[in-house]
């Protein structure tokens, strides 16, 4: 049983969600990257799971018996940025 120091260590940095938020979506049946997302919001921040994505994948791994080769990985989805008006703009001249 981990300690509740290890409970507390930030997973998704984005969204702040902690190990124990994960090991309990897992514990109710998130056995996949995108479930464990959608119950806590892990990888939806602006990194969209590039930096907590492996580390999701490794906890159901520990948790299920289930080879990472099985877990379902999430959709990745390219960060969004601003784009200025200027760049859509119609402008009529050529």
């Known amino acids: 049983m981990p300690t509740n120091d290890e409970n507390e260590v930030i997973i998704c940095r984005c ?3 902690t190990r124990k938020e994960v090991l309990d979506a897992i514990d109710e049946g998130c056995e ?6 959608r119950k806590t919001r892990a990888g939806m921040g602006l990194c969209q799971g590039r930096t907590c994505g492996h580390l999701v994948t490794r906890l159901i791994e520990q948790e299920t018996e ?5 877990i379902k990985p999430d ?11 200027d760049i859509v703009e119609e402008t009529g001249e050529e």
Do not use: F
């Open 15 to 17: 969204e702040e969600v």
């Open 32 to 37: 996949s990257v995108i479930w464990v997302k």
């Open 66 to 70: 289930q080879q990472s080769a099985d």
């Open 75 to 85: 959709t990745q989805r390219p960060p969004l940025r601003p784009v200025p008006l």
